[in-house]
């Protein structure tokens, strides 16, 4: 059971018209792991969920959720919550009949579903404005309800499609604790965002995705050690630095480029007193995304 | 079945906090109503001014002509001379009082008081408006009493016949010999009155009008008989007794229809708003869904047809077959669910749903006669409004409140009303699911 992939997709392709949106996309999840998808707007991530979950039915390519084809039957789809990208809640109803109703079409009845309801409002920190209406709510708390909705089922998988977006770093923090309860629990999340720092520091794995196809997955680190180029040591001095030394000094900036930054410091016994300042810029999920598409995440 | 209740109770809490939607479905049918309802109060209550008859001249005699005019100068009462259907047609869509024949032979003996076997006037009422019909029996009285008095004025003609009287009355042998006399008395003063009277209007008479102040109001008499005004009296007899009976199918129909295009927007709601994407990854199929809408709209549905009942009811409305109504309202209900799924399928935007439901509402109601009555629509309209299930709709209801319908003869509008709906839905659960993907 634990060796079988979570969420399994072979080839899977999809187009809009004449619009490719997901091209040839071949990915496993492990159960358990936090994937993140990774690219700039309309790289095919919403789509690449939406087809996951059986929203969308792709236009080739085999999709398997928990070992079953049958991605949209009634079992698979009682083990997946997705927090969609566009609001998906009732604006004239309150916190709580939305959650109600939502755990309703799950099957949640009763005493159980009156605990699950305050379990996703404590989740989403709404306790106190469980009876106003959504309406009346910040963007962010918004977000918030709208991902507490994914989870009153208790799924196995949890999909969420930027979860983020449009939230202050309060709430944000709010959600990365929640992500970081659900990975203890041992959920496995796929995690879409072109926010490169969110990927790094929430996923276990990263597939970067441009123009809907795959461009590379891996860990963090395997992505940076295979694409993310060298890291930089630039540091400001007047004085010329020793003849020892490698990289090479302008008159005025010193810089090399190495793969071990702290290794080469160490190495040629660089003295840090001789900068007024010294900076090592290392490789992230950003230089990985521009060596692999040539463009800027944040472009 | 508890994802279908689910869905419909939601729907119904979010129609319940949607002010306007709700305005639309219970208010504004509510003002239809009684705004038609006071505009048809006519049709039930007595209206002293203007009292619609139509007068049919099968005599076309010169006393037939007098009778007439007497009628028209009658400002009660507004006379129409019009053939026997056209009158029929009139009085069965309530536009009439009454139907006055003058029938062949009436000028011989009209206004002829003592005359032995007088023509009488044939008479047919609106059985629904009582009142106004005694008041133009009244009328009629009248008109014949002014008869009288022309006809003592055309002293050659009564002289006539007061020597035709005497004529008769010495031949007659079964008469008691007392009574004869008297008669034959009787008769010769009336010469001498006739005589007295030649000389009083030589005398006053110079403007040449007709018209005894003596004798104009002391004799009011004719002889009416009455017929039965409707072509049809058994099965479809109508029984229109209160205008409310007429204006509340109507209003009826337009809660149903804002019930119908309420959901219709809530469908599509759903798709711009995002909620559909959470319904549709939860285990809850489609089907489910659009059974659960239509359901939440059936409930409306029947709600607005129960409050519109129970204010019609309130206000004068009487079915005659409240089983038969309850019948009406399931089917018609039925129907507007099924024609919200369709409407819902026409777009995919809010706007473009809301918009063309209503367009379609419209015309559905403007030919179906949901804008004004069935009863008073041109012809050409009429043969329209059979492709209106609005106009089914309202047949249904009217047929259950006062054209007294049977179940059997009610078949035929339910039918039409649960294929419309029936194909309604399937096109709305066909386009709902192949917008899935
Ligand atoms: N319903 C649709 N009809 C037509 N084209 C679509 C539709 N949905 C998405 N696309 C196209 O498919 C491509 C991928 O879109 P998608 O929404 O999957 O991107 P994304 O990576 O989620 O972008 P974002 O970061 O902006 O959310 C885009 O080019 C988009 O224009
Ligand atoms: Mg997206």
């Given at each position: 059971?634990?060796?079988?992939?979570m969420?399994?997709?072979?080839?899977?392709r999809?187009?809009?018209?004449?619009q490719v949106?997901v091209?040839?996309?071949?990915?496993?999840?492990?159960?358990g792991?936090?994937?993140?998808?990774?690219?700039?707007?309309?790289?095919g991530?919403?789509?690449?969920?939406?087809?996951?979950?059986?929203?969308?039915?792709?236009?080739?390519?085999q999709?398997?959720?928990?070992?079953s084809s049958?991605?949209?039957?009634?079992?698979?789809?009682?083990?997946?919550g997705?927090?969609?990208?566009s609001?998906?809640?009732?604006?004239e109803?309150?916190?709580?009949?939305?959650?109600?109703?939502?755990?309703r079409?799950?099957?949640?009845?009763g005493?159980?579903?009156?605990?699950?309801?305050d379990?996703?409002l404590?989740f989403?920190?709404?306790?106190?404005?469980?009876?106003h209406?959504?309406?009346t709510?910040?963007?962010?708390?918004?977000?918030?309800l709208?991902?507490?909705?994914?989870?009153?089922?208790?799924?196995?998988?949890v999909?969420l499609?930027?979860?983020?977006?449009?939230?202050?770093p309060?709430?944000?923090?709010h959600?990365f604790?929640?992500?970081?309860?659900?990975q203890?629990?041992?959920l496995?999340?796929?995690?879409?965002?072109?926010?490169?720092?969110?990927?790094?520091?929430?996923?276990?794995?990263v597939?970067i995705?441009?123009?809907?196809?795959l461009?590379?997955?891996?860990t963090?680190?395997?992505?940076?050690?295979?694409?993310?180029?060298?890291?930089?040591?630039?540091?400001?001095?007047?004085?010329p630095?020793?003849?020892?030394w490698?990289?090479?000094?302008d008159?005025?900036?010193?810089r090399?480029?190495?793969d071990?930054?702290?290794?080469?410091?160490?190495q040629?016994?660089i003295q840090?007193?001789h900068?007024?300042?010294?900076?090592?810029?290392?490789?992230?999920?950003?230089?990985?995304f521009?060596?692999?598409t040539?463009?800027?995440l944040?472009? | 079945?508890?994802?279908?209740?689910t869905i419909a109770?939601?729907d119904l809490?979010l129609l319940?906090?949607?002010?306007?939607?709700?305005?639309?479905?219970?208010?504004?049918p509510?003002l239809m109503g009684v705004?038609?309802?006071l505009?048809?109060?006519?049709?039930?209550q007595?209206?002293?001014?203007?009292l619609?008859?139509?007068?049919?001249?099968?005599?076309q005699?010169q006393?037939?002509?007098?009778f007439?005019?007497?009628?028209?100068?009658?400002?009660?009462?507004?006379?129409?001379?019009?053939?026997?259907?056209?009158?029929q047609?009139?009085?069965?869509?309530g536009?009439i009082v009454?139907?006055?024949?003058?029938?062949k032979?009436f000028g011989?003996?009209a206004?002829?008081?003592?005359a032995?076997?007088?023509?009488?006037?044939r008479?047919g009422?609106?059985?629904?408006r009582a009142?106004?019909?005694?008041?133009?029996d009244?009328?009629?009285m009248?008109?014949s009493?002014?008869?009288?008095?022309?006809r003592?004025?055309?002293?050659?003609f009564?002289?006539?016949?007061v020597?035709?009287?005497k004529?008769?009355?010495?031949?007659?042998?079964?008469?008691?010999?007392?009574?004869k006399l008297?008669?034959?008395?009787?008769?010769?003063?009336?010469d001498?009155l006739f005589?007295?009277?030649?000389?009083?209007?030589?005398?006053?008479?110079?403007?040449?009008?007709?018209?005894?102040?003596?004798?104009?109001?002391?004799?009011?008499f004719?002889?009416?008989?009455?017929f039965?005004?409707?072509?049809k009296p058994t099965?479809?007899?109508l029984?229109i007794?209160?205008?409310?009976?007429?204006?509340f199918?109507?209003?009826?129909?337009w809660?149903v229809?804002?019930?119908?295009?309420?959901?219709?927007?809530?469908?599509?709601?759903?798709?711009?708003?995002?909620?559909?994407?959470?319904?549709?990854?939860?285990?809850?199929?489609?089907w489910?869904v659009?059974?659960?809408k239509?359901l939440?709209?059936?409930?409306?549905?029947m709600?607005?047809?129960v409050?519109?009942?129970?204010?019609?009811?309130?206000l004068?409305?009487r079915?005659?077959?409240?089983?038969l109504?309850a019948?009406?309202?399931?089917?018609v209900?039925?129907?507007?669910v099924?024609?919200?799924?369709?409407?819902?399928a026409?777009?995919?935007t809010?706007?473009g749903?809301?918009?063309?439901?209503?367009?379609?509402?419209?015309?559905?109601a403007?030919?179906?006669?949901?804008?004004?009555?069935?009863?008073?629509?041109?012809?050409?309209?009429?043969s329209?409004?059979?492709?209106?299930?609005?106009?089914w709709?309202?047949?249904?209801?009217?047929a259950?409140?006062?054209?007294n319908?049977?179940?059997?003869?009610?078949l035929?509008?339910?039918?039409?009303?649960l294929?419309i709906g029936?194909?309604g839905?399937?096109?709305?659960?066909?386009f709902?699911?192949?917008?899935l993907?």
């Amino acid at each position: 059971m634990n060796n079988q992939p979570m969420v399994r997709a072979i080839d899977v392709r999809k187009s809009y018209g004449d619009q490719v949106a997901v091209d040839g996309l071949t990915l496993n999840v492990p159960t358990g792991k936090t994937l993140g998808l990774l690219g700039p707007n309309g790289a095919g991530k919403t789509t690449t969920l939406h087809l996951l979950i059986g929203l969308l039915r792709p236009d080739a390519g085999q999709i398997s959720i928990s070992g079953s084809s049958h991605v949209d039957s009634a079992e698979v789809r009682s083990l997946v919550g997705i927090a969609p990208q566009s609001l998906s809640l009732y604006d004239e109803l309150t916190a709580e009949e939305n959650l109600t109703f939502f755990g309703r079409l799950y099957g949640l009845r009763g005493p159980r579903l009156a605990e699950r309801v305050d379990w996703a409002l404590d989740f989403s920190n709404l306790q106190d404005r469980r009876r106003h209406r959504v309406q009346t709510y910040s963007g962010g708390m918004k977000r918030r309800l709208n991902f507490a909705c994914a989870l009153l089922h208790e799924p196995k998988l949890v999909l969420l499609d930027e979860p983020t977006v449009g939230v202050d770093p309060q709430s944000r923090n709010h959600i990365f604790e929640g992500i970081r309860r659900l990975q203890e629990a041992g959920l496995t999340i796929i995690y879409t965002t072109h926010y490169m720092e969110e990927a790094q520091r929430l996923c276990d794995m990263v597939a970067i995705i441009d123009h809907g196809r795959l461009l590379e997955l891996g860990t963090v680190p395997e992505l940076i050690q295979r694409h993310g180029g060298v890291s930089v040591i630039t540091g400001d001095c007047s004085a010329p630095p020793p003849d020892s030394w490698p990289g090479h000094w302008d008159g005025q900036v010193w810089r090399v480029e190495t793969d071990k930054p702290l290794e080469t410091l160490h190495q040629f016994s660089i003295q840090t007193s001789h900068f007024t300042r010294l900076q090592i810029e290392q490789p992230d999920l950003e230089s990985v995304f521009l060596r692999l598409t040539g463009r800027s995440l944040r472009d | 079945m508890g994802n279908i209740l689910t869905i419909a109770w939601k729907d119904l809490i979010l129609l319940s906090r949607d002010r306007m939607a709700m305005f639309f479905l219970l208010a504004f049918p509510v003002l239809m109503g009684v705004l038609f309802g006071l505009m048809y109060q006519n049709t039930g209550q007595p209206n002293p001014r203007g009292l619609a008859v139509a007068v049919i001249d099968e005599d076309q005699s010169q006393m037939s002509e007098a009778f007439l005019k007497h009628l028209v100068a009658n400002e009660s009462l507004k006379v129409e001379r019009l053939e026997l259907a056209a009158a029929q047609e009139k009085i069965r869509r309530g536009q009439i009082v009454g139907i006055v024949v003058i029938p062949k032979g009436f000028g011989a003996t009209a206004g002829v008081f003592w005359a032995n076997d007088p023509v009488p006037l044939r008479v047919g009422r609106d059985p629904s408006r009582a009142a106004e019909a005694a008041m133009l029996d009244g009328f009629l009285m009248e008109a014949s009493g002014k008869l009288i008095a022309d006809r003592l004025q055309d002293t050659a003609f009564t002289r006539g016949l007061v020597d035709e009287q005497k004529l008769a009355l010495q031949q007659d042998q079964t008469m008691n010999p007392v009574n004869k006399l008297l008669v034959g008395q009787l008769l010769s003063s009336l010469d001498g009155l006739f005589e007295n009277l030649d000389q009083v209007s030589k005398l006053e008479n110079t403007d040449g009008t007709s018209g005894n102040p003596v004798l104009n109001d002391g004799f009011q008499f004719a002889k009416i008989e009455s017929f039965d005004a409707f072509q049809k009296p058994t099965s479809t007899e109508l029984k229109i007794r209160s205008g409310w009976d007429i204006s509340f199918p109507q209003s009826i129909l337009w809660g149903v229809m804002a019930s119908a295009a309420g959901f219709a927007i809530s469908l599509v709601r759903e798709r711009s708003r995002g909620t559909l994407l959470r319904l549709q990854t939860s285990p809850v199929r489609p089907w489910q869904v659009i059974l659960g809408k239509g359901l939440g709209c059936f409930i409306a549905t029947m709600l607005v047809l129960v409050v519109m009942v129970c204010l019609g009811l309130a206000l004068g409305m009487r079915p005659q077959s409240p089983l038969l109504l309850a019948g009406s309202a399931v089917v018609v209900a039925l129907c507007f669910v099924g024609i919200m799924m369709a409407m819902s399928a026409v777009g995919t935007t809010e706007e473009g749903v809301g918009g063309a439901g209503w367009a379609i509402n419209m015309v559905m109601a403007m030919f179906g006669g949901a804008m004004m009555p069935l009863a008073f629509m041109p012809s050409f309209m009429k043969s329209a409004s059979d492709f209106s299930p609005v106009k089914w709709a309202i047949v249904s209801l009217e047929a259950a409140i006062w054209r007294n319908y049977t179940f059997t003869e009610l078949l035929l509008p339910w039918t039409i009303l649960l294929t419309i709906g029936a194909t309604g839905f399937a096109v709305g659960l066909y386009f709902f699911q192949r917008n899935l993907r």
